[in-house]
């Protein structure tokens, strides 16, 4: 999107160096790496990051007034509420699509918000290798708020471990050798010693969880949550007898469950910002809009884009038997914006925080960025094309 740092890294790219750098980063934890990456980085100027941060700034403002709760008094579905709730989101997350208007100018458009972890290790480690081979252009980082490698690891172990040993705190996943996030998971264990556990592991002594590990019960002080309740509610007969999470267990969360589903779509159609795109609860509907085909239809709480209908008719809103649980949104014309040799490449970028107990306000650490030709972002709308996939965004200081 910078045309002179586009131009420049296009002309210097070389397969040779892609591969190599590949090699390298696969040879971290070989085979763990279950998603494409991309060939090339995104960059972004000045305008374009004040605009993200801008709109995220709005969001966390509403999160922390007073409506906030009153809003989503009612976004955890019956049955899905777990106790002891904290104060704060540990982990906050927004997805913004990046579009062009009239102006030809380019903007930032909301396309998801999370209460919910992201690949935080891998996105440390990813940028530092990547740079062996395609270095940074000058006055750029994937970093914010004065963050570089090191002091981003530190501060994320700090975060994750709290005042725990990590023998005391686990990565709590389903299956988590089986996700495809995986390298995210062995990433966290061999920079912070944080061992991934699957759900079926975790055993209860009183209200005291632990798993065993050779034998010995190892007992769990704080979890890092990354179990998808919508996914849980999928596997459980796979998964066979659990403990009984939503119990008064003597853990901490990071973050606590609630927060996945009150910082979620759910949210969306209370936020009034020029780069949020208007959306509304589809129980809300006093009419089905006629211009359909300027809208997208989304299950709440699904993942990973499974249930969202882009081209919507108006039969598939007539069908919807709990019309609760979706939201209707204007859709977001992604743009054409990222020039790659065989065509040019739509971007999304992810913006990462985590917010500390103790702190006022979240910090923006890092983010991802997703490179996509399909009709949405994501692997199964891009397979056998190149210049796709998982990568990371440069902005300018």
Request: aromatic letters at 14%.
């Amino acid at each position: 999107m910078i045309s002179t740092l586009r131009k420049a890294y296009n002309q210097s790219f070389t397969k040779e160096k892609y591969e190599a750098f590949l090699k390298e980063l696969n040879s971290l934890h070989p085979g763990a790496i279950d998603f494409r990456i991309a060939e090339t980085p995104i960059y972004i100027d000045k305008r374009l990051k004040q605009q993200m941060l801008d709109t995220s700034s709005y969001i966390i403002q509403h999160i922390q007034s007073p409506a906030f709760k009153q809003e989503v008094a009612h976004a955890i579905p019956n049955g899905e509420f777990f106790p002891n709730q904290n104060k704060i989101p540990h982990c906050l997350v927004f997805d913004f699509g990046i579009c062009k208007n009239k102006k030809n100018e380019m903007f930032p458009a909301l396309i998801e918000l999370q209460g919910f972890p992201s690949l935080y290790a891998f996105q440390g480690v990813y940028p530092a290798m990547f740079e062996k081979y395609f270095p940074a252009p000058d006055g750029y980082s994937t970093f914010f708020n004065g963050y570089q490698y090191q002091t981003y690891l530190d501060t994320l172990k700090n975060f994750f471990l709290g005042s725990h040993q990590p023998s005391e705190v686990i990565l709590l996943e389903i299956k988590p050798h089986e996700q495809k996030t995986r390298i995210d998971f062995y990433l966290t264990e061999s920079l912070f010693g944080i061992k991934s556990v699957c759900v079926s592991e975790l055993k209860l002594e009183g209200n005291k969880p632990y798993y065993l590990l050779n034998k010995e019960k190892k007992y769990i002080k704080r979890i890092y949550n990354r179990v998808i309740i919508d996914e849980l509610n999928q596997e459980k007969d796979a998964l066979g007898t659990l403990i009984d999470f939503q119990g008064d267990i003597d853990v901490e969360w990071l973050p606590h469950p609630n927060w996945f589903y009150q910082i979620s779509k759910y949210l969306l159609p209370y936020l009034h910002h020029p780069f949020i795109p208007a959306t509304s609860f589809l129980d809300d509907l006093t009419e089905i809009p006629n211009d359909l085909e300027n809208y997208v239809l989304k299950p709440l709480f699904s993942f990973a884009g499974q249930g969202v209908i882009i081209d919507v008719k108006a039969s598939d809103i007539e069908n919807i038997k709990d019309p609760s649980n979706w939201i209707l949104q204007k859709k977001v014309q992604y743009a054409d914006c990222i020039e790659t040799p065989d065509g040019n490449a739509k971007a999304e970028i992810r913006l990462m925080y985590i917010w500390i107990e103790e702190d006022d306000e979240p910090i923006l650490l890092t983010n991802l960025a997703r490179l996509s030709k399909g009709k949405m972002i994501g692997t199964r709308y891009n397979k056998d094309k190149e210049w796709v996939g998982g990568t990371v965004a440069y902005f300018e200081k």
